[in-house]
């Protein structure tokens, strides 16, 4: 018999909700690969410690050995991840990035038919959003006010530039590389040929921070044309089958998400304007419970649930594991299973449309029939 293709998946199950969901999901993307591929392929699960359960484990929420195995991984999943108090750590979802250097977050954004929107049209949004995922102000360098750190840089400030800052100002700082931004874009770039989208947005702030996030727009601009100038066109010179590069202003963006969705398929973004849009959007077509997520490095795939921990459900069978769910159709699609991640997506369609959902969903559909973390997975399984 043929030796089955393997691939293995470092799985972390978070915290919270954490084991809930991945007690759900972790099935229906098992099933979808058997349904479809028989025994030819499979995924090899290896878990990983990071969070409440490597603290209560280990002394520290993300430990060495983990970080160790991530640095030369190809595939991992995590749930939602807390920070537990005495860590030393900011945040965990931040600390990993940077570690292991995951400087793009990918975040598709589309409606399924039946899920709950504040909007009156959500079947018009169907964006993925390319997040700079390491510079901006989530670099972490901040100082509190009026401490000795705040007060010299305040000095320096002040004494080599003239800037006008208070004395007892909080401060921090906000790099942006070019290498940092180009990178980005260039994998937002690719992407978007690759899936055949007329057009790529770079959103920005440059009207006011005209360095850092107007240098981002520029740098943006630069690669298109230096590296994918047979493929791309501007906004200003539309060229008939090329995908047409533009940008807009981080506000103005937020405008357009509501009223011309249809209009924008890839968005690549800062830090913070990705962090702020790729919510937002999501609230339009029904909030983060359906919202997959992967964050990437130039050799690790790292596939995360976007919403949080939800200590006040966790335990009960309450949350929803749709978005760890769709995190396992993207990594099939990264693998190039293509046929089981559409079984995913189809099943989870199949389940909302009978109205048969977990709480935070059932609460805003008229009719719906309330079932548990649990069974929402059984049900997706059975849809398969």
């Given amino acids: 018999m043929p030796t089955p293709m393997e691939k293995t998946v470092y799985w972390i199950e978070g915290d919270g909700i954490g084991p809930e969901v991945w007690q759900a999901a972790r099935p229906v993307i098992e099933t979808a690969i058997a349904k479809t591929y028989g025994t030819e392929r499979r995924l090899v699960w290896q878990e990983l410690l990071a969070g409440n359960k490597a603290y209560e484990a280990e002394g520290t929420p993300l430990p060495e050995a983990t970080l160790r195995t991530l640095q030369g991984a190809e595939l991992a999943m995590k749930g939602p991840l807390g920070t537990p108090v005495g860590g030393g750590i900011r945040s965990l979802n931040v600390a990993l990035r940077q570690t292991l250097d995951l400087y793009a977050c990918i975040r598709p954004i ?9 909007v009156k049209h959500p079947e018009r949004v169907n964006m993925t959003i390319f997040r700079e995922n390491t510079e901006d102000v989530y670099a972490g360098i901040e100082y509190d006010a009026k401490t000795p750190e705040a007060k ?17 100002a909080a401060v921090g700082v906000k790099p942006m590389t070019e290498f940092g931004s180009k990178r980005l874009v260039r994998r937002a770039l690719r992407f978007a040929l690759a899936q055949g989208l007329p057009g790529l ?9 005209k360095f850092t996030e107007g240098g981002f727009r520029r740098w943006g601009y630069e690669l298109a044309a230096a590296e994918f100038a047979e493929t791309t066109c501007t906004e200003e010179a539309p060229q008939a089958g090329k995908l047409v590069v533009n940008d807009r202003i981080a506000d103005a963006m937020f405008q357009e998400a509501l009223l011309n969705p249809e209009r924008y398929h890839v968005l690549a973004t800062p830090n913070l304007n990705g962090d702020y849009l790729s919510d937002a959007i999501a609230a339009q077509v029904g909030g983060l419970g359906l919202a997959p997520g992967v964050n990437m490095s130039d050799s690790l795939a790292f596939y995360e649930a976007t919403h949080g921990t939800a200590p006040a459900i966790a335990g009960k069978d ?5 978005s760890l769910i769709l995190c396992g159709a993207m990594l ?3 693998l190039g299973w293509n046929e089981a991640a559409t079984r995913i997506t189809r099943a989870v369609e199949g389940a909302i449309a009978a109205g048969t ?16 973390c649990k069974e929402f997975g059984e049900l997706v399984t059975a849809a398969l």
Avoid: Y
Avoid at 110 to 118: A, C, E, M, Q, W
Avoid at 153 to 167: M, N, Q, T
């Fill in 152 to 168: 010299k840089l305040v000095a320096f400030l002040r004494e080599e530039f003239g800037a006008k800052i208070s004395d007892d």
């Fill in 357 to 372: 959902v977990t709480q935070d969903l059932a609460r805003q559909m008229a009719g719906a029939i309330t079932v548990g």
């Fill in 201 to 209: 947005t770079l959103v920005h702030k440059g009207n006011i921070m």
């Fill in 332 to 334: 099939l699609e990264h």
């Fill in 110 to 118: 589309r409606h399924f038919t039946g899920v709950p929107s504040p």
């Fill in 318 to 322: 309450m949350a929803n594991p749709g």
